[in-house]
């Protein structure tokens, strides 16, 4: 009696369960959740989920990791019952979704779900989630994370006032630091190539190249209707880009770093207005002032263009040092790639300062496809610099959940080709820098 009372008392409590409605559909989960605990965790169905928490056992636990994807959906009811019995027991309650739409991914979260994680799971992220449910003490409001989820829901995107807190992340220039900063316009062909996935992560991949003394970096959305950067970053849009905007002519460096946002401390960002503004709203000169501004006190400035040509489009370019256009490799990218170059050469623009970007590209095994990417350049007279592969949902998942993808999928093949492109573009500019 005394041996299997020791060995009772040998086993571990159970301080955390998985709840699916098969825990083997999410592989990597389980392997985390093993890496994290160890054997102190167990998993449970949907329908076991409430009942177990009146049990005794479930008295050590911590938190739960629901698991679902979409056709769980179907089942929404059920887990906000789950998650309204776990919080009123004060267990703490973690989501790992996949393919889930934004509006019941809210539903959810507004019901006590404490954090979200993506599926596949990103490195380390399911640890970070973890540990921050178990530091922190219950929410009594709607949690950051639900509040992230809104800005990706069919719901209008609410401003948000402009808080203590906002106040003191406002940027702070060097004031006479005349950096002379590179500037990278990036600019998709056609709708859907990736442009501002990659102008964003570009622009952070800019800013973390260095441990120390990293370069200082600007993203910018100029894509005054649709512009997403401030959804890729989980960003507040605020009404002070609109006052910028429409009063550059006296803007000043106090007012150009209160429109900024801070991202992380690591790079600041000009976000796209509230609402939708004509594209027009800026002539040419207030563009340029804009632009030579934030490169005085920059060492990089990433600008994210509308899909349109637009008055301005010829100061940026001409501005610009380097000017990416995204396309794939399909027909109407060609087509626009063609009329692209006939509309520069026709006013004599500098359209050999083109970067042409083929996001989507195919395998390095697929030779018909290759050969496909080759004819496109020679028939279009262009040069293809930088062939992107394909990164799949985790893109489209980090996206959503406003992440860089260093941070969301730090191995995602498309990730580790913008990071090799910043390195370039950073030892470019270190050697021209010497050499001057």
């Given at each position: 009696m005394t041996d299997e009372t020791a060995?009772?008392?040998?086993?571990?409590?159970?301080?955390?369960?998985?709840?699916?409605?098969?825990?083997?559909?999410?592989?990597?989960?389980?392997?985390?959740?093993?890496?994290?605990?160890?054997?102190?965790?167990?998993?449970?169905?949907?329908?076991?989920?409430?009942?177990?928490?009146?049990?005794?056992?479930?008295?050590?636990?911590?938190?739960?990791?629901?698991?679902?994807?979409?056709?769980?959906?179907?089942?929404?009811?059920?887990?906000?019952?789950?998650?309204?019995?776990?919080?009123?027991?004060?267990?703490?309650v973690i989501l790992i979704t996949e393919d889930v739409s934004p509006a019941a991914l809210h539903h959810l979260m507004r019901k006590g779900a404490d954090e979200f994680v993506p599926y596949p799971l990103p490195e380390t992220e399911l640890q970070f989630a973890i540990d921050r449910v178990r530091a922190t003490p219950p929410a009594p409001?709607?949690?950051?994370?639900?509040?992230?989820?809104?800005?990706?829901?069919?719901?209008?995107v609410a401003e948000e006032p402009a808080s203590d807190e906002t106040n003191e992340k406002k940027v702070k220039l060097e004031k006479g630091a005349a950096r002379n900063g590179v500037l990278i316009a990036v600019q998709g062909l056609v709708g859907g190539t990736g442009a501002t996935t990659f102008a964003t992560n570009l622009a952070w991949e800019l800013a973390t190249i260095a441990k120390t003394?990293?370069?200082?970096?600007?993203?910018?959305?100029?894509?005054?209707?649709?512009?997403?950067?401030?959804?890729?970053?989980?960003?507040?849009?605020?009404?002070?880009?609109?006052?910028?905007?429409?009063?550059?002519?006296?803007?000043?460096?106090d007012s150009f770093s209160q429109a900024l946002?801070?991202?992380?401390?690591?790079m600041q960002v000009l976000t796209a207005p509230a609402d939708m503004l004509p594209l027009d709203l800026l002539p040419p000169q207030d563009v340029e002032k804009l632009l030579a501004t934030a490169c005085a006190h920059f060492d990089y400035v990433i600008v994210d263009m509308p899909k349109?040509?637009?008055?301005?489009?010829?100061?940026?370019?001409?501005?610009?040092?380097?000017?990416?256009?995204?396309?794939e490799i399909d027909m109407r990218s060609a087509q626009n790639a063609l009329r692209l170059k006939r509309a520069l050469q026709s006013e004599d623009l500098p359209f050999e300062k083109l970067r042409f970007l083929l996001n989507r590209a195919p395998k390095f095994t697929d030779l018909t496809g290759k050969s496909r990417v080759k004819r496109m350049a020679e028939s279009l007279g262009i040069s293809i610099d930088v062939q992107f592969p394909d990164g799949g949902k985790p893109v489209v998942q980090a996206c959503d959940h406003g992440l860089p993808l260093a941070t969301a999928a730090a191995k995602n093949p498309l990730r580790r080709e913008i990071a090799k492109l910043a390195k370039s573009l950073h030892e470019i500019g270190a050697d021209a820098a010497e050499a001057a």
């Open positions: 060995l009772e008392m040998d086993i571990p409590p159970i301080i955390a369960c998985t709840i699916s409605r098969n825990v083997q559909e999410f592989e990597l989960l389980i392997e985390d959740m093993e890496n994290a605990l160890g054997e102190q965790w167990g998993d449970l169905g949907f329908e076991e989920a409430a009942p177990f928490f009146a049990q005794e056992d479930a008295g050590s636990l911590e938190f739960i990791a629901i698991a679902m994807d979409a056709e769980d959906e179907a089942d929404l009811p059920v887990l906000a019952e789950i998650i309204e019995a776990a919080k009123a027991r004060g267990i703490k409001a709607e949690t950051a994370a639900a509040v992230a989820l809104a800005d990706v829901s069919d719901a209008p003394d990293a370069p200082k970096v600007c993203l910018i959305d100029l894509d005054l209707q649709f512009g997403s950067v401030a959804t890729y970053l989980d960003l507040p849009r605020r009404e002070s880009v609109y006052e910028l905007l429409s009063d550059i002519e006296n803007m000043d460096e946002m801070d991202y992380e401390e690591k349109t040509l637009v008055q301005w489009s010829e100061t940026v370019l001409n501005m610009a040092h380097v000017y990416f256009s995204m396309l």
